[in-house]
C-alpha cells in the first residue's frame, strides 16, 4: 500500500517529503484549474522542476492529452529515476498517474489530491487510467503512487458543487462499511462539517478494503456502490450540455442501486427510503428523459465487474453492509431508473 500523509501544513510538508526521496529530475502535472488555484500554495517550496498543465476537465482525460504528457516528458529529458508530482483532482491524478507508469515501463510518482473527490476515493488504491471512446477508465493499469500527501486546505479552493460531488463518495463509504459513520453525516448545512476528521475516516474504510483485495478480485467490488449506473449516467450525458460532476451521477447510481438492492438481496424498505432521501437531500434531483434510460442502461454492459455479458453490481444488503457480483438484467437496471424518476426531494 502507498504511504498516505496528512498534511495541516502542505508547503513544509512537501519540502520535508522531497527532500527525503532521491530523483534525477522533478515534474509537475496539473490541470488548468489546480495551476491557478493550487499550483502556487506549493511552487515556491519546489526545487526545479518542469511544469505540465491540461485543459480541465473529464472529458480530456484521453489518451490524446496522455500523448501530449507523454511528449512533455521526452521533452524534457525525464528518465527512470525522474519523480511526478499529480496535483490535482481525480482526472489529474488518474491520468498523471498513468501516464508516470508507463513512461519507459515506469516512473516513481506521486500524489497531492486538491478535491474531496479524490482525497476520500481516487486518490488512494492504485487504479489508474484514462477514458476511451466515451467509457469511463477503460485503459488503465494498477500501480501505486510513492505517496498521497492529502491536504483540506485545498478544499477552500473549490467551487460548492464540486465539494457537494465528493461527498457523494463519503456517504458511499458509509453506506457500504459503516451504517453510525453514514448516521453521522450531515445532510443539513453539509458543507459545515469537520472535512479533515471525514477525510481521514473515508480514507481509513477505503484503505482497510483495498488492503484485503488490491486488484479487485472480491471485497474490494463493494467500493464500486452506485458506480455500474453511476458510471453509465456519467458516460452517457459526459460530452453534451446536460454534463454532471462523477458525484452526482453516482448519486442517481446509488438510488437505483438501492433499488436493486431491495429488489434481489431483500434489502429493507426503511434503508431504501432512509438512503433515497439522504441523497436527494444533498443532491437534489436529476431529471432522465425516459428515452434515455434504454440507452443508458445499455453503457452497462462495459462496466469492469461483469463477468461475459453478465452485468454485476455491488450492493447492500443492509446500510452498512455491502455484498457484492450480484447478478442483474438490463431490464433491471432500467426498472431501477425508472424507479429513481419517481422519486422526489
Not at 500554495?41 to 484521453?62: C, M, R, S, W, Y
Not at 465539494?163 to 453521522?184: D, M, T
Request: proline letters at 3%; one cysteine or more; a negative charge.
Amino acid at each position: 500500500m502507498e504511504s498516505i500523509i496528512f498534511s495541516t501544513q502542505i508547503a513544509p510538508d512537501l519540502e520535508r517529503f522531497l527532500k527525503s526521496k532521491s530523483f534525477s529530475k522533478l515534474g509537475v502535472i496539473t490541470d488548468s484549474n489546480t495551476y491557478q488555484a493550487c499550483y502556487p500554495l506549493i511552487q515556491d517550496t519546489l526545487p526545479a522542476h518542469e511544469q505540465f498543465a491540461f485543459e480541465a476537465g473529464e472529458v480530456n482525460k484521453t489518451l490524446d492529452t496522455c500523448q501530449k504528457i507523454w511528449q512533455w516528458m521526452t521533452d524534457c529529458g525525464f528518465d527512470r529515476k525522474s519523480l511526478i508530482i499529480n496535483l490535482g483532482g481525480g482526472v489529474t491524478g488518474d491520468m498523471g498517474g498513468f501516464c508516470a507508469s508507463t513512461y519507459k515501463r515506469g516512473v516513481k510518482f506521486i500524489n497531492i489530491p486538491t478535491t474531496l473527490l479524490s482525497q476520500v476515493d481516487a486518490s488512494v488504491g492504485g487504479k489508474l487510467g484514462v477514458d476511451f471512446n466515451g467509457f469511463k477508465n477503460h485503459i488503465g493499469v494498477f500501480n501505486e503512487p510513492e505517496a498521497v500527501i492529502i491536504s483540506a486546505a485545498f478544499l477552500s479552493t473549490l467551487p460548492l458543487p464540486e465539494l457537494r460531488s465528493g461527498y457523494a463518495e463519503v456517504l458511499k463509504h458509509g453506506l457500504i462499511r459503516n451504517e453510525n459513520y453514514f448516521n453521522s453525516l450531515k445532510l443539513q448545512h453539509w458543507e459545515n462539517q469537520s472535512w479533515t476528521e471525514i477525510i481521514e475516516k473515508s480514507v481509513y474504510i477505503k484503505k482497510e478494503v483495498v488492503s484485503k483485495d488490491p486488484k479487485e478480485e472480491g471485497l474490494r467490488k463493494i467500493l464500486n456502490f452506485g458506480h455500474t449506473v453511476g458510471h453509465a449516467v456519467e458516460s452517457y450525458y459526459l460530452d453534451t450540455e446536460r454534463h454532471l460532476l462523477h458525484g452526482e451521477a453516482i448519486a442517481i447510481g446509488m438510488i437505483a442501486e438501492a433499488y436493486l438492492s431491495q429488489t434481489h438481496i431483500r434489502l429493507s424498505k426503511e434503508d431504501l427510503e432512509t438512503i433515497s432521501n439522504a441523497l436527494l437531500h444533498v443532491f437534489g434531483k436529476v431529471e432522465i428523459p425516459a428515452d434515455d434510460l434504454e440507452a443508458i442502461a445499455q453503457l452497462c454492459f462495459q462496466d469492469k465487474k461483469n463477468d461475459g455479458k453478465t452485468i454485476n453490481c455491488s450492493l447492500l444488503k443492509k446500510i452498512g453492509d455491502c455484498d457484492y457480483n450480484i447478478a442483474v438484467k438490463l431490464e433491471d437496471i432500467i426498472d431501477s431508473l425508472h424507479f429513481y424518476n419517481t422519486q422526489h426531494p
